[in-house]
């Protein structure tokens, strides 16, 4: 209800069933995943099926890690893949001539009480326990097995991993430098060295 009261004229779910009607030509998607796969199909799909002229993507996944997901190793001035998915964009609205922008903001905490938080986009994510020692020595077939959690470094986990890894890292990054805070934060457990 805050989005309709901020002026948003219609908040849908996130599914390649929904379309705008026809007199909306703006559209507006929040995602905190990166712009490939299953939310790029989202995205066209919604786009391709509506009369939008005008289409923006906030998505909390920084540039640097669509970088790293799309095995571009230099870090580049311009943001190349936010400028690509927006040309994608104007081709799904079907004209180049229309507005497709791409940009990061830092959408990561939700608060459920004044000093409790979570991190909505990485529920799924948990520190590394004992168990997780076994999965992550399967995903390594022909590689020297690991002993313990602490002789897990970022390099030797599966590549899904190290990007949500090197995505919560950017996310707190920026919001740490949102709210202009001293890096004199602690954290225990063979996750945090990683």
């Not at 939310?39 to 890690?65: G, K, P």
């Not at 870090?75 to 040309?87: C, K, N, R, S």
């Not at 326990?129 to 590689?143: E, F, S, Y």
Request: a negative charge.
């Amino acid at each position: 209800s805050k989005l309709l009261q901020a002026g948003a004229l219609n908040v849908k779910e996130f599914s390649s069933f929904e379309a705008g009607v026809p007199e909306q030509a703006k559209a507006v998607f929040v995602v905190s995943t990166l712009l490939k796969g299953r939310t790029a199909d989202v995205i066209r799909d919604i786009v391709t099926l509506s009369s939008f002229q005008y289409c923006v993507v906030i998505t909390a996944v920084s540039h640097s890690v669509h970088l790293l997901a799309n095995n571009v190793t230099t870090e580049l001035e311009q943001e190349l893949v936010f400028e690509q998915f927006g040309e994608l964009l104007c081709q799904w609205m079907g004209n180049m001539n229309y507005t497709g922008e791409v940009m990061h903001l830092p959408i990561l905490l939700a608060p459920l009480a004044p000093h409790l938080f979570i991190t909505a986009p990485y529920s799924s994510f948990f520190s590394f326990v004992p168990q997780d020692l076994k999965l992550l020595n399967n995903t390594r077939r022909d590689k020297k097995k690991f002993g313990s959690l602490n002789d897990v470094d970022y390099h030797s986990l599966p590549f899904e991993l190290q990007i949500q890894i090197k995505s919560l890292v950017s996310s707190l990054n920026s919001i740490f430098e949102l709210v202009q805070l001293k890096e004199e934060c602690f954290a225990v457990g063979p996750t945090s060295r990683i």
